[in-house]
């Protein structure tokens, strides 16, 4: 369970944190009201998916005989590194092959917010989604590929500009049948290759 958040005591700190690294907080216009945006931001938004719950995202579920995969591309997304605090921005891919059950295509989406809108490894971001989906919705299998430009490495350190990271994560039958796992990526590529620009209304 989430705690409430204190936002003037963050504000406190940021501003206290960026008096430390040597910033002209105390002299500079623009720095005077950053404390309290910068802990809006992270508390309301950045971290928001810490208030969601996965199990009730996926709960509004509906009986489907239905046997073939159900994929949704190039659902936009931030996610937070819990090393730096620095965001990754990109698209998450999401498919998964129903048990008895399908859900809306915008719970994918808001799943895939559920997640990424915590501090997370990219690396762990996608096997949250995939088993989120065989635990909660009883999917027979799910995968989720995760697309992302992190600030990691695009910002600080040796500055790769235009560098992505991708990877995969299955849980289910995915995770152990090669062929299905094949079939799932294939699907995935194929609609995101016919992708327009439009993502998945996540409201």
């Given at each position: ?76 997304t931030t996610a937070m590194c819990p090393h730096h605090l620095l965001p990754a921005g990109g698209v998450v891919h999401v498919g998964y092959l129903p048990g008895e059950r399908v859900v809306g295509l915008g719970a994918l989406a ?94």
């Amino acid at each position: 369970m989430r705690k409430p958040a204190d936002l003037s005591r963050a504000a406190r700190a940021i501003e206290e944190f960026l008096d430390a690294i040597g910033t002209p907080v105390d002299s500079d216009p623009e720095l005077a009201d950053t404390g309290r945006r910068v802990a809006e931001a992270f508390a309301h938004d950045l971290l928001a998916g810490y208030a969601l719950d996965p199990a009730k995202i996926l709960g509004e579920a509906t009986g489907s005989s239905a046997a073939g995969l159900v994929v949704v591309t190039g659902i936009a997304t931030t996610a937070m590194c819990p090393h730096h605090l620095l965001p990754a921005g990109g698209v998450v891919h999401v498919g998964y092959l129903p048990g008895e059950r399908v859900v809306g295509l915008g719970a994918l989406a808001r799943l895939v917010d559920c997640f990424a809108r915590r501090f997370t490894l990219q690396e762990d971001l996608g096997q949250h989604i995939a088993d989120a989906l065989v635990e909660h919705l009883g999917a027979r299998g799910a995968g989720a590929v995760v697309d992302l430009s992190p600030s990691c490495i695009t910002a600080r350190g040796e500055r790769r500009h235009g560098a992505r990271a991708v990877t995969t994560a299955f849980a289910g039958t995915f995770a152990t049948d090669t062929a299905a796992r094949h079939e799932l990526l294939m699907a995935i590529g194929l609609a995101h290759a016919g992708d327009d620009g439009h993502r998945a209304d996540r409201r």
